[in-house]
């Protein structure tokens, strides 16, 4: 019998904004993790190109994983080789994929809590145990090497993410090492979630495979490159442990869509595109953690990365669903409630996604600056 998966919560909020809008309310959506925008100007021109030209069977580009082994060379000073990288239809099945063919059911995985919400029921769903870490914001809600050594007894596997979600914070390059050294030593297998690599405001974003060779990487086109429908991410795996990795995505899923593919391999040299929607999201969090204090809610933890600010709103509520749906109908600001992220303390969070436009944040901040005041905020 498989193990409970609970809802994602943003997804009903999300139905309520699309129900609002059509009765011709004005809706402003941060309550996603994705871009606002779409895949670079030039992937699309590829994208209409080659549908002109192929017969998109299943296929699994070359060119790609050779552009992503660069990548890796380039940004990280890896040495990566083309058969280490498995393309997927975005990061959730490289998630799937680095689980199943890493941890037998039962096994115990360790995770932020706060944590993006998959992880936990992904685990869950493949029969192992998910061990949540409490992350407080004296940790800036996330793991650190401490918790690992004092979890007993040591997991098989855990799952790194930085900068992570719901959070946006970094985990710095000596706790990274750190975690490795522990991970390494308690025989740990880790499982890093970089799909947020390339957003990042303040520190690096180092790739995990830096400090320990044996991690396995998730990637994807959803958040930096601006792609999430497009449906296209990859697995880095170390080269003993790729064939099997490539064994069990293929099985569960085959390949990811040849056009995504196409467009991907495009979008990986669009830079001055994408540096231009990092700009936008620099500037949105700006307003934000200026404007966020002034409505009350002060204990934040600023994002170093991604494009999220969690939000304690315990003063304000103990029912985090209620008061985002509240916020919603009032004002036409969609958010996501803490509960997606945090089973036991998200009752009192809330999460803001800055990944739209500038004006859309200031509105945003101007209709909920009047609403929180009115709840003594
Ligand atoms: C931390 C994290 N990992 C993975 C995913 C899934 O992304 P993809 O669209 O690549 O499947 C998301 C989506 O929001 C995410 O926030």
Redesign the pocket.
Known sequence: MSQEVEPFHAISLSRIAHGLKAQGRSILHME???PSTGAPAKAIAAAHAVLDREAMGYWESAPLTARIARHYAETYGLEVAPEQVVL????????VAALASSFKPGEAIAMARP??V??RNVVRALGMQAVEIACDASVRFQLTARALAELEPAPAGVIV?SP???TGTIIPPDELAAIAKVCRERGIRIVS?E??HGLAYEGATRCLAEFEPTALI??????YFSM?GW???WLLAPLAQAPRVRAYAENLFLTAPSLAQHAGLVAMDAREELEGHLAVYRANRERLLAALPAMGLRSIAPPDG?FYIWADIGHLTNDSLAFCERLLRDTGVATAPGIDFDPVEGRRFMRFSFAVSTSEVEDAIARMTPWFAARGG
């Open positions: 996603f993790g994705q997927t239809c975005g990061a959730s099945p490289a998630l944590g993006y998959a992880y993410a992570a979600n719901p979630d799909i947020y998730v990637n994807s086109f959803s958040k999430a449906r296209l991410g991604a």
